[in-house]
C-alpha cells in the first residue's frame, strides 16, 4: 500500500483564536472557512507543502469535535492518509485484525472516500483514509455527420501519464487549475480513436493501446480498459471485423498499441479484414528508437502488420480515401502526423498529439515528450488559427471529457465549445 499525508485535523475552541496562531504567528496562508454541516464542523484548511492542517471548529453540541475536546481537551483529532485503491487498503487492514471504524469506505467530505481506522489500533491515533474524487471522465460515443461521412468518436478506456511531461515547460501552479494530477503526479487521460464512414467503407483514426500490457506497465500507465475499443464499437453496433482502413498518425502505443493482438498463433493484425494505411518514413522511425522515445515504439505493436502482409505503406502528404487527407506535422514525432476530414463544404480536424486536450489549445502548452518542440509550436499556431477562422470541427484524442469541439476566441480569451 502506498499512502501520503493528506492532512492532520486539529480539534479547536475557537478558529478565530487558533488563526491568530497558525496564521498570525506562524504567518501561514489560510483557505476559505468551509462548513461540514453532516459532521456538524466548521473547517480551515491551511496548507503546508503537499499536505495541510485542518483546524476543526464544532458548530453543535453532538459534534464529535465536541465530544472530542470535552474529553481530552483540544489538540489533535485525526491524521489523513491518502491511499489509492481505499477498498484494497480497508481489506489489507481487517485482514491484519485491525479495527476499522466503519466496516466499508464510505463518502466523506468533497465525494472522497474515507474509512476510518479505530484508536485502539493506532496506538492512540485516530488514523482516517481517502481516495481522493474520481477525476470524471466521459467516453461515451459522439456521431457527428460531416457532409457524405459520418465521424463517431470511440475510445479504448483511459490511462494516465506524467502531469509535467504532458505540459512540458507550463510549470504545475498553472497546469494544475485545469488538470488535477493523482498522487504519483499523474493526469487522466482518455484515448479515443475515431471512425470514418463513408460509402468506399469504413476507417478507424489510431486505435488506441490494446492489452498486451505487463502488470509493471499496467501500474505504470494505470491503463482503465474495463470497457475498451470492442466494447466502444459494439455500441456503434460494429466489431473489429467491420474496418476496413486502420490509419496511423504515429506508432506510439498510446495510438497503435491496438492494431495487433496476441493469439494463440501469436500476434496478430487487430482488424481481421483491414488494410493499415502507415507513413513510411514514420515506421523507419518506430523502428529505430532512440533513447528518447524507445518506451513509446513497442515493436509487438505494428512490426507482426507487415509480417501479415496488410500494410499500405506511403510516402507524403495525400488522400487516404475520399474526404480523408494526413498531414505531416513533425513535432511529437520526427513524422507525427494530423488528419484533415472534408465533406459537404465543413472540415474537421483529427490532432493527435498536437492538440491532445482541450488543455492544450494555448500555444505554448506543448508536451515535453515532443522530439521537436519548435515545429510543434509552428504548426499548432497556423493550425489553431485556421481551426477558429474557419470553425474546423477539433477532435481531442486525449482529453477524458471532450471528444470533439470548436475552439473560440473571445476578448482575448480561447477556449473550446464542446459538440456532443
Ligand atoms: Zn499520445
Given at each position: 500500500?502506498?499512502?501520503?499525508?493528506?492532512?492532520?485535523?486539529?480539534?479547536?475552541?475557537?478558529?478565530?483564536?487558533?488563526?491568530k496562531?497558525?496564521r498570525?504567528?506562524?504567518?501561514l496562508?489560510?483557505?476559505?472557512?468551509?462548513?461540514?454541516?453532516?459532521?456538524?464542523?466548521?473547517?480551515?484548511?491551511?496548507?503546508?507543502?503537499?499536505?495541510?492542517?485542518?483546524l476543526?471548529?464544532?458548530?453543535?453540541?453532538?459534534?464529535?469535535?465536541?465530544?472530542?475536546?470535552?474529553?481530552?481537551?483540544?489538540?489533535?483529532?485525526?491524521?489523513?492518509?491518502r491511499?489509492?485503491?481505499?477498498?484494497?487498503?480497508?481489506?489489507?487492514?481487517?485482514?491484519?485484525?485491525v479495527?476499522?471504524?466503519?466496516p466499508?469506505?464510505?463518502?466523506?467530505?468533497?465525494?472522497?472516500?474515507?474509512?476510518?481506522?479505530?484508536?485502539?489500533?493506532?496506538?492512540?491515533?485516530?488514523?482516517?483514509?481517502?481516495?481522493?474524487?474520481?477525476?470524471?471522465?466521459?467516453?461515451?460515443?459522439?456521431?457527428?455527420?460531416?457532409?457524405?461521412l459520418?465521424?463517431?468518436?470511440?475510445?479504448?478506456g483511459?490511462?494516465?501519464?506524467?502531469?509535467?511531461?504532458?505540459?512540458?515547460?507550463v510549470?504545475?501552479?498553472?497546469?494544475?487549475?485545469?488538470?488535477?494530477?493523482?498522487?504519483?503526479?499523474?493526469?487522466?487521460?482518455?484515448m479515443?480513436p475515431?471512425?470514418?464512414?463513408?460509402e468506399?467503407?469504413?476507417?478507424?483514426?489510431?486505435?488506441?493501446?490494446g492489452?498486451?500490457?505487463?502488470?509493471?506497465?499496467?501500474?505504470?500507465?494505470?491503463?482503465e480498459?474495463?470497457?475498451?475499443?470492442?466494447?466502444?464499437?459494439?455500441?456503434?453496433?460494429?466489431?473489429?471485423?467491420?474496418?476496413?482502413?486502420?490509419?496511423?498518425?504515429?506508432?506510439?502505443?498510446?495510438?497503435?498499441?491496438?492494431?495487433?493482438?496476441r493469439?494463440?498463433?501469436?500476434?496478430?493484425?487487430?482488424?481481421?479484414?483491414?488494410?493499415?494505411?502507415?507513413?513510411?518514413?514514420e515506421?523507419?522511425?518506430?523502428?529505430?528508437?532512440?533513447?528518447?522515445?524507445?518506451?513509446?515504439?513497442?515493436?509487438?505493436?505494428?512490426?507482426?502488420?507487415?509480417?501479415?502482409?496488410?500494410?499500405?505503406?506511403?510516402?507524403?502528404?495525400?488522400?487516404?480515401?475520399?474526404?480523408?487527407?494526413?498531414?505531416?506535422?513533425?513535432?511529437?514525432?520526427?513524422?507525427?502526423?494530423?488528419?484533415?476530414?472534408?465533406?459537404?463544404?465543413?472540415?474537421?480536424?483529427?490532432?493527435?498529439?498536437?492538440?491532445?486536450?482541450?488543455?492544450?489549445?494555448?500555444?505554448?502548452?506543448?508536451?515535453?515528450?515532443?522530439?521537436?518542440?519548435?515545429?510543434?509550436?509552428?504548426?499548432?499556431?497556423?493550425v489553431?488559427?485556421?481551426?477558429?477562422?474557419?470553425?474546423?470541427?477539433?477532435?481531442f484524442?486525449?482529453?477524458p471529457?471532450?471528444?470533439?469541439?470548436?475552439?473560440?476566441?473571445?476578448?482575448g480569451?480561447?477556449f473550446?465549445?464542446?459538440?456532443?
Amino acid at each position: 500500500m502506498r499512502a501520503i499525508l493528506d492532512h492532520v485535523g486539529i480539534a479547536v475552541q475557537d478558529l478565530e483564536l487558533a488563526l491568530k496562531f497558525y496564521r498570525d504567528a506562524l504567518g501561514l496562508e489560510v483557505e476559505a472557512p468551509e462548513e461540514v454541516a453532516s459532521q456538524r464542523v466548521r473547517a480551515r484548511s491551511v496548507p503546508v507543502g503537499q499536505a495541510a492542517l485542518e483546524l476543526l471548529e464544532a458548530t453543535s453540541p453532538d459534534s464529535a469535535i465536541s465530544r472530542y475536546i470535552e474529553a481530552r481537551g483540544p489538540g489533535m483529532h485525526h491524521i489523513t492518509l491518502r491511499v489509492e485503491d481505499i477498498h484494497a487498503a480497508a481489506a489489507q487492514l481487517a485482514s491484519r485484525g485491525v479495527r476499522l471504524v466503519d466496516p466499508e469506505p464510505r463518502v466523506g467530505a468533497e465525494g472522497a472516500l474515507v474509512v476510518f481506522v479505530h484508536p485502539s489500533s493506532a496506538h492512540g491515533v485516530l488514523v482516517e483514509l481517502k481516495q481522493g474524487a474520481r477525476v470524471p471522465s466521459d467516453l461515451s460515443l459522439t456521431r457527428i455527420r460531416l457532409g457524405d461521412l459520418q465521424l463517431t468518436s470511440l475510445h479504448d478506456g483511459l490511462f494516465r501519464l506524467d502531469g509535467g511531461a504532458m505540459f512540458g515547460v507550463v510549470p504545475r501552479t498553472m497546469w494544475e487549475k485545469t488538470t488535477a494530477a493523482d498522487d504519483r503526479h499523474r493526469i487522466q487521460l482518455a484515448m479515443r480513436p475515431l471512425l470514418v464512414e463513408g460509402e468506399w467503407g469504413r476507417m478507424i483514426i489510431d486505435c488506441g493501446a490494446g492489452d498486451k500490457w505487463t502488470p509493471k506497465e499496467r501500474d505504470i500507465y494505470a491503463f482503465e480498459r474495463g470497457r475498451h475499443l470492442d466494447h466502444a464499437l459494439a455500441d456503434a453496433g460494429l466489431d473489429a471485423g467491420a474496418i476496413d482502413v486502420a490509419l496511423a498518425t504515429h506508432l506510439h502505443f498510446d495510438h497503435f498499441g491496438g492494431a495487433t493482438v496476441r493469439g494463440h498463433m501469436g500476434l496478430a493484425p487487430r482488424f481481421p479484414r483491414a488494410r493499415y494505411a502507415i507513413r513510411v518514413a514514420e515506421w523507419l522511425d518506430a523502428l529505430h528508437p532512440h533513447e528518447r522515445n524507445r518506451a513509446s515504439y513497442l515493436g509487438d505493436n505494428f512490426v507482426p502488420l507487415k509480417d501479415a502482409g496488410v500494410v499500405d505503406f506511403y510516402e507524403n502528404d495525400q488522400t487516404i480515401r475520399p474526404g480523408v487527407r494526413v498531414v505531416r506535422t513533425g513535432g511529437h514525432t520526427g513524422q507525427h502526423q494530423i488528419v484533415y476530414i472534408e465533406s459537404g463544404g465543413r472540415t474537421a480536424v483529427f490532432t493527435a498529439d498536437l492538440i491532445p486536450t482541450t488543455a492544450h489549445i494555448h500555444d505554448p502548452w506543448i508536451m515535453g515528450y515532443d522530439l521537436f518542440p519548435m515545429e510543434t509550436l509552428v504548426v499548432k499556431k497556423r493550425v489553431i488559427r485556421e481551426a477558429i477562422d474557419r470553425e474546423h470541427l477539433i477532435f481531442f484524442e486525449h482529453d477524458p471529457l471532450v471528444a470533439a469541439g470548436y475552439i473560440r476566441e473571445r476578448d482575448g480569451r480561447r477556449f473550446v465549445e464542446p459538440v456532443r
